[in-house]
């Protein structure tokens, strides 16, 4: 079990589990990890039984710390892996049926992009929740965050990269729901039967129609843009080599 990073488990009522299972790493995402990932999300966008995705962890620990860091990556390496996040963020953004995100633990940098992305949010008594690009200057954030709370209060945790623990988040109205860790995936599953128990078609209508008159295809395509220019042309995510 701890050799596959990312886990897929289906129900007899259209809901998919996926569970990143990087323990050790916080579910930081490397380039494999990355991979196997957007793999299974595109699966699942094809899947037309779908009814409902959960995002979760095999670990309280971290729904995900983000980019890992420890990766060795030259600079093809890194453009690649940076490809790899924008085809991550634009999967979960176009994902026909509503996404449901277990927030525990960590959920920093490209975690709390995963965060954002997601539909609905099940937010634990241990979330740790950050937007870290700003520490290294990389531009991602607004795209996501910003519709969701407001762009001044956006502005503040982008901009600080401070903590944001569950009370907060809730107050903001980033969680749908909260729960104590070790019953935060079960809440969100609950919550995923509950849109699963609709109608599978007017579901996935309402999904998309709440994605064009956010216009969030627009919005996630130019902050991809800049993702890309940044790892290409700019300072890039860290190297080691």
């Known amino acids: 079990m701890v050799d596959i990073p990312v886990l897929l488990q289906r129900t ?33 966008a094809a899947d037309e039984t779908l009814r409902a995705l959960v995002l979760s962890t095999t670990s309280t620990r971290a729904l995900c710390a983000g980019a890992d ?10 453009v690649a892996r940076m490809a790899g996040f924008t085809r991550m963020y634009a999967g979960i953004d176009a994902f026909p049926v ?18 954002a992305g997601a539909d609905l949010r099940v ?18 954030g607004p795209a996501r965050l910003a519709p969701l709370i407001g762009v001044s209060r956006a502005k503040d945790l982008v901009l600080t990269g401070r903590v944001v623990g569950m009370d907060e988040a809730e107050r903001l109205g ?12 079960g809440l969100a599953i609950e919550l ?12 996935r209508v309402l ?35």
Request: proline content about 3%.
């Open 174 to 185: 980033l969680l749908h729901r909260t729960a104590a860790a070790d019953d935060t995936e």
């Open 12 to 44: 007899d009522d259209g809901i998919a589990i996926v569970r990143l299972n990087r323990p050790d790493k916080r579910n930081a995402l490397d380039s494999a990890t990355l991979q196997l990932l957007n793999d299974i999300l595109d699966e699942l």
């Open 207 to 241: 999904k998309q129609m709440f994605r064009d008159l956010d216009h969030t295809g627009d919005r996630v395509g130019y902050e991809n843009e800049r993702l890309m220019y940044f790892q290409q042309h700019g300072a890039g995510l860290p190297r080691t080599r």
């Open 192 to 203: 995923a039967g509950e849109i699963a128990a609709q109608s599978a078609g007017g579901i």
């Open 123 to 140: 937010g634990a008594d241990n979330l740790k929740l950050a937007w870290a690009g700003a520490r290294l200057g990389v531009p991602v």
């Open 98 to 115: 509503p996404i449901i995100a277990v927030c525990v633990g960590n959920c920093v940098g490209a975690g709390a992009e995963i965060v």
């Open 69 to 78: 860091v420890g990766e060795t990556l030259d600079a093809d390496a890194g």
